[in-house]
């Protein structure tokens, strides 16, 4: 499996609260993303990055901040915690080829 | 932006049977289809994939296969076992370097 560690897995937190979610990877790659899974909408590209300080917007990214200061860390953060933001969140890395994907264990967030 | 269809949502089949899983996808700029296997509870790990100049690629019992004028590829996985019970996704990777999945197949394989 691809280093890829995501932190924290499972978290339960209140409505209108900050909440980050840390993706650490060990294998120096370039790109890294952050994907939410929820039933019947498959994974959904949240935001996304190509370098240190370099990031872009994916196809869900409002309510989303992101933030990659070092290669290995990238953090995604609600500003403030909706319930509809309760998903599964993956974190994802490309391969040496530019191509292949290979996803975090992911991190389960309940907003209540 | 790129869009993925895949279909069907639901597969059921007997064990031995084949299996098979089709998606579209909308950017002819597109050029690598990955496919991937979750099992409940896990990760998506990927099982096979294939790059636009290829039209076909066998893994044991896995295949895919690619039509880039229709914008269409395809699954097949042959005589099925029960450790094969998971939700398959397929994806498709554009210039951008951003993958786009598809809704994501649940199959199911019966003893």
Same mark, same amino acid.
């Given at each position: 499996d691809a280093g890829i560690t995501q932190s924290p897995r499972h978290k339960v937190t209140e409505t209108g609260t900050p909440v980050t979610l840390r993706c650490h990877q060990t294998e120096?790659?370039?790109?890294m993303?952050?994907?939410?899974?929820?039933?019947g909408h498959g994974l959904r590209l949240i935001h996304y990055s190509y370098g240190v300080k370099d990031t872009d917007k994916g196809e869900v990214s409002d309510g989303y901040s992101v933030?990659?200061?070092?290669?290995?860390?990238?953090?995604?953060?609600?500003?403030?915690?909706?319930?509809?933001?309760?998903?599964?969140y993956f974190c994802a890395i490309s391969g040496a080829d530019g191509n292949t994907i290979y996803f975090g264990e992911g991190s389960w967030l309940t907003v209540v | 932006g790129e869009n993925v269809e895949q279909h069907p949502?639901?597969?059921?089949?007997?064990?031995?049977?084949?299996?098979? &899983?089709?998606?579209t996808y909308s950017d002819s700029a597109s050029n690598y289809f990955p496919w991937y296997k979750q099992?409940?509870? +896990?990760?998506?790990?990927? &099982?096979?994939?294939i790059r636009s100049n290829v039209g076909e690629k066998k893994d044991q019992r896995i295949a895919v296969t690619l039509n +880039?004028?229709?914008?269409?590829f395809s699954l097949h996985i042959t005589e099925t076992q029960p450790e094969d019970s998971a939700v398959y996704f397929c994806a498709a990777?554009?210039?951008?370097?951003?993958?786009t999945f598809g809704g994501g197949t649940r199959l199911m394989v019966k003893p």
């Open positions: 120096n790659h370039r790109y993303y952050w994907y939410r899974q929820d039933p933030s990659r200061s070092k290669t290995e860390d990238f953090l995604l953060t609600l500003e403030s915690a909706t319930s509809s933001q309760t998903s599964v | 949502s639901t597969l059921s089949v007997q064990e031995g049977d084949s299996a098979v &899983i089709k998606c099992e409940l509870g +896990k990760r998506p790990q990927l &099982i096979i994939d +880039k004028t229709a914008k269409h990777h554009n210039a951008g370097n951003m993958l």
